[in-house]
T-cell receptor, first 112, second 113 residues
């Protein structure tokens, strides 16, 4: 079964609004990563957050990690139409393999 | 510095034919990962290779699928005797080290008719 599961499956907002996506996972992790995928394209790495970190920022992106709840959130502030994409969280494998396991993703649509 | 390159971008094969997908990692990256993505799904790990070695192939079907990453040249994912269910997007990623973030190629979309 999937290690990381994103919620919601789909999100539709207006430009300028904030978008929040959540990721839950089942087992202990070393790292959690967020990726973006535009339709028909490859994945773009957004942020990596380590298990000993609680929050990380990159431009308009803010990622939080709560290891006690086994969950992470990705917040995109002041969204733009260009943010329309699918967003995936990926947790690394157990046993130090560092093979990320991806969820099904959240499909974000930002209306201009 | 070119990113991860994959070719071809689109590949159409008839059932029973062979498909060869190529991946050139980013310069300086010696770790390559192959993933498969079905429509509306996340990426499923297939195989992890370092130069000339398969490190983890736990996600790859035992039959018809093979992967290599030779000392010289790109990594190759080979699918023999393709079936309709092999139709998917296949992504390659590379990283500098095992624990570092992965950089993805644009993918190869395989269609089996």
């Amino acid at each position: 079964s999937q290690q990381g599961e994103e919620d919601p499956q789909a999100l539709s907002i207006q430009e300028g609004e904030n978008a929040t996506m959540n990721c839950s996972y089942k087992t202990s992790i070393n790292n959690l990563q967020w990726y973006r995928q535009n339709s028909g394209r490859g994945l773009v790495h957004l942020i990596l957050i380590r298990s000993n970190e609680r929050e990380k920022h990159s431009g308009r992106l803010r990622v939080t990690l709560d290891t006690s709840k086994k969950s992470s959130s990705l917040l995109i502030t002041a969204s733009r139409a260009a943010d329309t994409a699918s967003y995936f969280c990926a947790t690394d494998g157990t046993g130090g393999s560092y093979i990320p396991t991806f969820g099904r993703g959240t499909s974000l649509i930002v209306h201009p | 510095n070119a990113g991860v390159m994959q070719n071809p971008r689109h590949l159409v094969r008839r059932r029973g034919q062979e498909a060869r997908l190529r991946c050139s990692p980013m310069k300086g990256h010696s770790h390559v990962y192959w993933y498969r993505q079905l429509p509306e799904e996340g990426l499923k790990f297939m195989v992890y290779l370092q130069k000339e070695n398969i490190i983890d192939e736990s996600g790859m079907p035992k039959e018809r699928f093979s992967a290599e990453f030779p000392k010289e040249g790109p990594s190759i994912l080979r699918i023999q005797q393709v079936v309709r269910g092999d139709s998917a997007a296949y992504f390659c990623a590379s990283s500098r080290d095992r624990a570092r973030e992965q950089y993805f190629g644009p993918g190869t979309r395989l269609t089996v008719t």
